[in-house]
């Protein structure tokens, strides 16, 4: 018996990248990954040489390796990419399972700086052998502090192509659950070193049409904190226009990248989703289309006008309707760009040319394909409603080879052991691009703007063109009262032709899903006595502290509970547009919470540990507290261990400090008790007679597994204690909860009380 995971809701059957959950299909009955259906299509699209065909089935009937990349800034993700080769890879080596030899885990050969690995082993030899037993518990508690991503292969590939830097402005328009956020907040975080974060100049809007996947996204990307980061919840294909002001007026935020990795059907994850094998049927992609378009005809009017600025279009799909077809009528409908050849990019990533031929069909048995539009319509064998489901922009258009259609990159299971997937990178034909001086105020200026005086008319014609953009945006714009009855597009089987969606669409408010409830965000004022407590007490000076960047979460400003901060662009950005109508569902990072009081005790607020590396930086670095390892081990291992059990002289350092939030390094360095490759900086708490380590239970249980090779925590032991029930000696948790500890505390407001009776709490403000 297998259990198949849900595929979203609505007739349509539409692909919204599970998050990989680790199950494994090697129990199930092979007999089943069978579907005729799949079989005639793809045969009758001519997809793969006729000699590849049952390499290519083989491939998609054997389970998926699993695959995880080293996450974080680059620093950090070196140093924890150089465990892996150094201490798990050799401890693999020689790993056996029931006589046979295990194959260690392998670099992905084309991913940067072998960032990526792979293995494939049967979830029982994870469960049982011991070496892989220590590995999977190291990867689930790297997973649950966002150092290591669990992502497929395929799904990392997006990124890559588009090329972020700290500076650009990124706008990944169907972003949740958020694995490919996380790599564009990675790379805007390019700068970061292993203890402190830098605050990017650029931006990321993450969007999502969907609410709750958004709350996925948050907490996914609670695990990179980043000032940059702006998270809305909008229908990408009518996505409103950001204002910005400019010194000239006014203007539209125009993005310097751009991914849509857009709803389909994903039929390339069918050695994932195994679900997918009975139930695939060729009209899940057929209702895709037309939204498919619309997406990326949207994120063509968002990009600017720079020279090097692109769209990365990808799907999990194989199938041609979701891809080459949508690239091509947006290419048509927006003859201003054109496909980039890329090939000389990542070559080790092997990968075959888009189609240029293909034939829809509305067949469910997929018997019947048709070799043109023309024919499709005349024909007798199709009623009209069937009429109705597919338009001229399902089958290839006239002139098709003058497209470059092979510049997109189609990627089948069988040619490296991975998932199926298609990619596309587009941008502006060179011609249009604005002249390099203008770019650079642009840039500056973070919106799309020309004057250089030699190429006047080139100005004023891009001057126009950019007026008559702002002004179709603000008349595709929906105002903020329209938007709580809109309801997203459905991209469903069964809905009318791609036309009339498109013209649905013009009319259309840009809204996600259901009501919106967010709270505002309001910028702090930069002389707000709470504001300027938390930098005192922290010893942050607040003439070189951006105290104007910091925000909360009311209306009125009040720093109340929670103070975030954001970067320059992001404040722009909130303070020159409605909330309401981008449903701002995130913004920046947290750096401050209230630390309620005992009785007798004055609240305070305290450092976060997802704020810290933003913070860290501004901090006085007299004022950080110089622990030791042994010091260390006491805090993993213990909740509120007293202050006299620390060894001097941490012991009078601390016992010297006032109660509250503090900030302790610990040296790096190797003692007898453990080995730190870099300094590591932690906020701890101290009331009268303990301290705290204040990072969440499963941080510090990771923290302890890299520094102690084991779970010394107390959560840990008790986990061990109860799992030692059921099997003697497993410390490998049970992966059900893919939300971090530290989110969860964060957004269900849950209270830890310590021994001194001081609620630590955090509510969502
Ligand atoms: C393929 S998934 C995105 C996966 C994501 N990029 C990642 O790497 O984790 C497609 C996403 O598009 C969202 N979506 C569907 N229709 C949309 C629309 N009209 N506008 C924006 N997002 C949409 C779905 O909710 C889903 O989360």
Redesign the pocket.
Known sequence: MTRHRPRGKGKGKR???PVDDGRNNDLLDKASFKNERFFAYYKAQKILPEEEWEEFLEAMRRPLPTTFRVAGSRQTAAVLNKTIEDVHVPSLSNAEFEGQKIPPPVQIPWYPDGLAWQFNVPKKVLRKQPEFKKFHSFLVFETEVGNISRQEGV?MIPPLFLDVEPHHKVM??????????AQILEALHAQDTVTSSSIPSGLLVA????NK?THLLIHQSARLPSPALMVTN????NYPSIKIPTPRGMRTLMFDRILC????SGDGTMRKNIGIWKTWSPGDANGLHS?QVR?LLRAMRLLNYEPSSKIVYST?SLNPVENEAVVADALIQNPDFELMDVSDRFPQLIRRPGMTEWRPTTDRECETTFESYEEFIASSKVDEAMKAKLSRSHWPPDGVEKLNLPYCMRIYPHLQDSGGFFVAVLRRKPKLAVPTSDRKRAASEGVQEVAAPETKKARLDDEDAMQTELKKDESDSPMADQESEAT??Q?EEGQGAAEKERSKSASAAASGSGAFREQPYTYVSPTDPVLLSCLSRLHINPSTFPVSNVLVRNPEGEAARVLYISNDIVKSIIQNNSYERLRLTAAGTKIFAKQEGGKATEAQFRVLGEGLPVVLPFVDEKTIMDGDHESLKILVESYYPLCERLPQPFRKMVEDRPSGSHIVRFPKGTTEITSLTHDLVLPIWKSNVSLTLMIDKKAKSALSLRLFGKDITTAGKERQAQMGQKDSGSATPAVKDETPAAVVVEESGAIVVDESGLKMEEKKD
């Open positions: 692909r919204d990248a799904s990944d328009m169907c972003a949740a659950p958020g694995s490919k956020t969007n999502d049409s969907d996947r909008l229908d990408a294909s990795d857009v709803p389909c939204l997406i999990c997203t597009p991209a």
